[in-house]
Nanobody, 123 residues
Framework: QVQLVESGGGLVQAGGSLRLSCAAS????????MGWFRQAPGKEREFVVG????????YYADSMKGRFTISRDNAKNMVYLQMNSLKPEDTAVYYC????????????????WGQGTQVTVSS
């Protein structure tokens, strides 16, 4: 079992940057693909990006390419989401999640979820 805790959210002006972190418990972290999702008020949760177990492969939603970067540090049981050039439409609760799927994309089954961290981008 994996427990996930996100941090790093907050209020930022449009054009600014934030780095989200996701801390995972357990000794099997490196056996999970990891993903970031977000959910804006009144909208469905959407996939942002995923990263493979070893970090060698990443899978971005088309709309997230270029501004968001995912990375992981298996020695520290951490996953990160660097977000640049933020826009008001990026305002959402951001979640990290773990999947046993080899390809941590939008169609994978994610078995473990964090509680989320709020990101608010002001115009």
């Amino acid at each position: 079992q994996v427990q996930l805790v996100e941090s790093g959210g907050g209020l930022v002006q449009a054009g600014g940057s934030l780095r989200l972190s996701c801390a995972a418990s357990g000794r099997t972290f490196s056996t999970y693909g990891m993903g970031w999702f977000r959910q804006a008020p009144g909208k469905e949760r959407e996939f942002v990006v995923g990263i493979s177990r070893g970090g060698g492969n990443t899978y971005y939603a088309d709309s997230m390419k270029g501004r968001f970067t995912i990375s992981r540090d298996n020695a520290k049981n951490m996953v990160y989401l660097q977000m640049n050039s933020l826009k008001p439409e990026d305002t959402a609760v951001y979640y990290c999640a773990a999947t046993g799927s080899i390809i941590p994309g939008p169609r994978a089954r994610y078995d473990y979820w964090g509680q989320g961290t709020q990101v608010t981008v002001s115009s």
